[in-house]
């Protein structure tokens, strides 16, 4: 898709982790949301939408796209995320853009520390994370890894690889025990915020990422949702 080279007016979803990120940008105006995600997301995430547009006194049809994190992550942040995306998007009559949630982290953890060579570790649950690599380049990242599911052990041999590149996401304080981290930059607190959404939408907009609404899909990586209680008691079993 080709759009207008006008500054857009953008509405960005991230329900990946436990904490709710959403942020609108239209020209100079900027607003941002942050508050609890996961099981209370379906609930509150619509009115907190509705909330954002009162504030910059704007309706759905102002918006030129809806930008949403599409994990990986939590498989309910995800589909909601997704689906509010999509509806609204279909009722505004505009694009959606799909963004990697652990790119969003990355691009948090550029602004926030201004680092450019980054390994994004984000807690998976059940003893594993979701990890890519990314470089940014001076204009845009490149991904260098691509999201995936790992065992720490196996997350061990790619950072003893690649000693200099900072390490950063949640799964540094779910898992810090369980992982090689060297001596490299940490930064457990990076997250998936709004702004870093913000600025990725904004870039991808630019380049013509925008997808209709239809084609929007989230990014699971993992195909298990949950454990059974025999690997539920081998993980506890490992931890201790």
Known sequence: MSFPARDPCLLVIETATETMHLGLRCGSQVHVFTGPGSAH???????????????????PRDLDAIAFGRGPGAFTGLRTACSVAQGLALGAGCPVIP???LLVVAEDARRTHGHTEVWVAQDAR???LYAARYRHGGERWQTLAAP????PEAFNT???ADPQAALVG???AALGARLDTGA???HPEAAPSAH???ALALAAWQRGEAVDAALALPLYVRDKVAQTTAERDAVRSALT
């Open 41 to 59: 997301t379906s609930a509150t995430l619509l009115p907190a939408v509705r909330r954002l547009l009162d504030e910059a006194g704007l309706a």
């Open 99 to 101: 963004v990697d949630t």
């Open 126 to 128: 059940m003893g594993q």
């Open 148 to 151: 995936a599911l790992h065992e």
């Open 158 to 160: 790619l950072l003893r």
């Open 170 to 172: 949640n799964a540094l």
């Open 184 to 186: 490299r930059p940490l």
């Open 196 to 198: 870093a959404l913000l």
